[in-house]
């Protein structure tokens, strides 16, 4: 968990259960190039910590 951040490292928030932000709003600039690769990946990874904690 990196302290200055809304999130942890699997896109999910600190203060809120059950919140993972899955889109290009965790980008910390603009992309220079179509995004749509990279926000998908991060929502795979999310969905991937999602499922590791339901069935841990």
Request: charge should be positive; hydrophobic fraction near 35%; aromatic fraction near 8%.
């Given at each position: 968990?990196?302290k200055?951040?809304?999130?942890?490292?699997?896109?999910?928030?600190?203060?809120i259960?059950?919140l993972?932000?899955?889109?290009?709003?965790s980008f910390?600039t603009?992309?220079?190039?179509n995004?749509?690769?990279?926000?998908?990946?991060?929502?795979?990874?999310?969905?991937?910590?999602?499922?590791?904690?339901?069935?841990?």
């Amino acid at each position: 968990m990196k302290k200055g951040t809304p999130w942890c490292g699997n896109s999910s928030s600190h203060d809120i259960k059950n919140l993972y932000i899955v889109d290009s709003s965790s980008f910390v600039t603009s992309a220079s190039v179509n995004p749509t690769s990279t926000i998908g990946a991060l929502a795979l990874r999310a969905a991937d910590g999602i499922w590791r904690d339901r069935n841990a």
